[in-house]
């Protein structure tokens, strides 16, 4: 979204990173996403969509980044018996509680699958992170 966009600019500016940081606003089923990335990073987006819409989310990923690219998913994951943080827990209940909305709380193996079967390889798990990359 553009004023997410001009918000993040103004830290990239104040780090002096302009020449290797790039925000871009746009409509991740809708745009067409740049081709110049090395790394995307998906903070807290993809809980806001159901399971089908973040695998197309995901497919557009992987055809923008650049060959060796890396996607970086940070959510509040929860462990793959469903144990893990609190933080985890409570957001799992906030997304579930808004009526509605079609979000979910993927497990780190869930969204290690999702990034495997939009051909992600080299799949990593870290706290509140799953990496891929396109090889």
Same mark, same amino acid.
């Given at each position: 979204?553009?004023?997410?966009?001009?918000?993040?600019?103004?830290?990239?500016?104040?780090?002096?990173?302009?020449?290797?940081?790039?925000?871009?606003?746009?409509?991740?089923?809708?745009?067409?996403?740049?081709?110049?990335?090395?790394?995307?990073?998906? &903070?807290?987006?993809?809980? $806001?969509?159901?399971?089908?819409?973040?695998?197309?989310? !995901? /497919?557009?990923?992987? #055809?923008?980044? =650049?060959?060796?690219?890396?996607?970086?998913?940070?959510?509040?994951? &929860?462990?793959?018996?469903? $144990?893990?943080?609190?933080?985890?827990?409570?957001?799992? !209940? /906030?997304?579930?509680? #808004?009526?509605? =909305?079609?979000?979910?709380?993927?497990?780190?193996?869930?969204?290690?699958?999702?990034?495997?079967?939009?051909?992600?390889?080299?799949?990593?798990?870290?706290?509140?992170?799953?990496?891929?990359?396109?090889?």
């Amino acid at each position: 979204m553009a004023p997410v966009c001009q918000i993040a600019q103004q830290f990239i500016d104040e780090c002096g990173e302009q020449e290797h940081i790039k925000t871009v606003a746009g409509n991740f089923f809708n745009d067409e996403l740049p081709d110049t990335a090395d790394i995307i990073l998906l &903070a807290n987006i993809l809980h $806001s969509w159901n399971e089908i819409d973040c695998r197309k989310i !995901l /497919t557009n990923i992987f #055809q923008a980044l =650049k060959m060796g690219g890396t996607v970086l998913v940070k959510e509040f994951y &929860a462990a793959d018996d469903w $144990s893990g943080s609190v933080w985890a827990a409570y957001h799992a !209940l /906030t997304v579930l509680g #808004q009526g509605e =909305k079609t979000g979910w709380q993927p497990s780190y193996g869930e969204m290690s699958l999702i990034l495997k079967n939009t051909g992600f390889s080299q799949i990593e798990q870290r706290k509140e992170l799953v990496i891929g990359k396109k090889l």
